[in-house]
């Protein structure tokens, strides 16, 4: 059984640019949510996508928006990036009627 | 919406000392708690949860135990050890529900001194 794996580890982008980050979610599982971690603060809920269709959502501007593929595999987009962005992106997968989530290790995204 | 607090936001302890986390929760209706343990440059790893329906539940050296009329539950860890260092988040939500998405607690960072 693989576990959440998310890429890139690291990445570096310039002010009002877009970023794509990608997201595998554990075997088995239909739902992944993204979070927003800021330095120092714990995990943001950005918003939760199941099978497919966001099903769910944190207080993030229409520019935070993402996809969620038939293999379950989701991304997350943030368009005209600012340097508040800049933070650890988390995504974590759990299965359906199942609350457990499990975290991947996070994109790392610096916003000069 | 909920909230929750979370204290203290540090924590330094001695080698085989115990530790206590506790958290406050807003939402009377949150039914779900987890807790997660973060080493630095990786992501949340949990550790134990707890549901409404029960008090207390313990895994080895790890305990949570939830007091559902004063909205607040607690991670005791005992017989620390030097690898247990690293921040410690509560979190609540709604079981069962399509939301499922997590509030956490600012965190607390444990330092475990040999």
């Known amino acids: 059984e693989t576990g959440v794996t998310q890429s890139p580890t690291h990445l570096i982008k310039t002010r009002g640019q877009q970023v794509t980050l990608r997201c595998s979610s554990q075997?088995?599982?239909?739902?992944v949510s993204w979070y927003q971690q800021a330095l120092g603060q714990g995990p943001q809920f950005i918003f939760q996508y199941y099978r497919e269709e966001e099903n769910g959502r944190g207080n993030f501007p229409p520019r935070f928006s993402g996809l969620q593929f038939p293999n379950y595999s989701s991304e997350l987009n943030v368009n005209a990036l600012e340097l508040d962005d800049s933070a650890l992106y988390l995504c974590a997968s759990r299965g359906g009627g199942n609350t457990e989530a499990f975290f991947g290790q996070g994109t790392r995204l610096t916003v000069v | 919406g909920e909230n929750v607090e979370q204290h203290p936001s540090t924590l330094s302890v001695q080698e085989g000392d115990s530790a206590v986390i506790k958290c406050t929760y807003s939402d009377s209706a949150s039914n779900y708690f987890p807790w997660y343990k973060q080493e630095l440059g990786k992501g949340p790893q949990l550790i134990i949860d707890i549901r409404s329906n029960v008090g207390e539940k313990k895994d080895q050296r790890i305990a949570v135990t939830l007091n559902k009329t004063a909205k607040h539950f607690s991670l005791h860890i005992t017989e620390t050890q030097p690898e247990d260092s690293a921040v410690y988040f509560c979190a609540a939500n709604r079981d069962g529900g399509s939301q499922g998405n997590l509030i956490f607690g600012k965190g607390t960072k444990l330092s475990v001194k040999p």
């Open positions: 075997s088995g599982h239909n739902t």
